[in-house]
């Protein structure tokens, strides 16, 4: 929500895929659409890409988003 008040101090440099990862991450209703959306793009890199290194890059990502926010 704070991109200018990173935990780290100052202005986060993280990438937008490691945002849900943060301590610092609040997601909102407002925030669905588009996390439905990097889900869309998340299965089409799948169905181009082997598992495994599509698992290492984005596996986290999609935990958290199908195992922790939308449910």
Known sequence: MDIDHGPAGGRCTESFLTCLRCPNALVL??????????????????????????????GATWQIITGQILP
Do not use: G, I
């Open 29 to 58: 209703e407002r925030h669905l659409p588009m996390l439905l959306a990097l889900l869309d793009a998340l299965q089409d890199e799948l169905d181009r890409r082997d598992a495994d290194s599509w698992a290492a890059r984005h």
